[in-house]
């Protein structure tokens, strides 16, 4: 008899996420889990032991390769802080554009609430923020972004408009299914919501 194929941890994490995003947590089992991916109960339940411990590994590793994507090496960072808040959601919008699964499941998540969220927003949605919240005061102060409550607004917009749109189907997008559309599109969507927020002159 084959033994079953060995599964690297994360193929194995990636495919889970996937697998959460489209089943929900809490319309589903890890048995279902199991199913749905194809895989050995007995794989899963070894490696994670609980569906809770295999949603959080998976969504640690989701934001882990988020936070990688986000990554602007020094030499390429802009020396006008509005253009690298552009370059940051460009490669927010690509990086989920890639990989959709994880904001999906933070979409939803926030939808119903819960400790599921609350670790999402205490461990990487919260800090992200107050960093993107620094960024805006700066620009802010230099009179470069308009006044009013610019943070709640990027935040929102960023999150559930560009992360929204990045994540959903070609279908509800209206474009066709091919990496130069979905970029476009996502590249247009950033630039309204960046240029929207410069300071009237």
């Given at each position: 008899m084959a033994r079953?194929?060995?599964?690297?941890?994360?193929?194995?994490?990636?495919?889970l996420l996937d697998a959460f995003a489209d089943l929900g947590y809490e319309g589903t089992s890890l048995r279902e889990l199991c199913r749905h991916l194809g895989m050995s109960h007995n794989l899963i339940h070894r490696r994670y032991q609980s569906k809770d411990a295999a949603w959080h590994a998976a969504v640690d590793h989701g934001f882990a390769d988020l936070y990688a994507a986000l990554q602007v090496p020094p030499a390429e960072v802009p020396s006008d802080l509005f253009e690298?808040?552009?370059?940051?959601?460009?490669?927010?919008?690509?990086?989920?554009?890639?990989?959709?699964?994880?904001?999906?499941?933070?979409?939803?998540?926030a939808a119903i609430s819960g400790p599921r969220f609350e670790y999402m927003l205490t461990h990487y949605i919260g800090p992200t923020r107050e960093a993107s919240a620094a960024l805006l005061a700066q620009l802010?102060?230099?009179g470069a972004v308009r006044e009013g409550a610019v943070e709640t607004v990027y935040f929102f917009l960023t999150t559930w408009g560009i992360g929204g749109l990045a994540s959903a189907s070609d279908e509800l997008r209206g474009t066709c299914e091919s990496d130069h559309s979905r970029q476009h599109l996502a590249r247009l969507a950033v630039d309204v919501v960046v240029d929207g927020l410069r300071a009237r002159t």
């Open positions: 079953p194929k060995l599964i690297e941890e994360e193929e194995l994490l990636d495919r690298v808040l552009r370059v940051l959601m460009v490669k927010f919008s690509e990086a989920t554009l890639r990989r959709p699964a994880l904001a999906r499941i933070i979409q939803h998540e802010q102060a230099s």
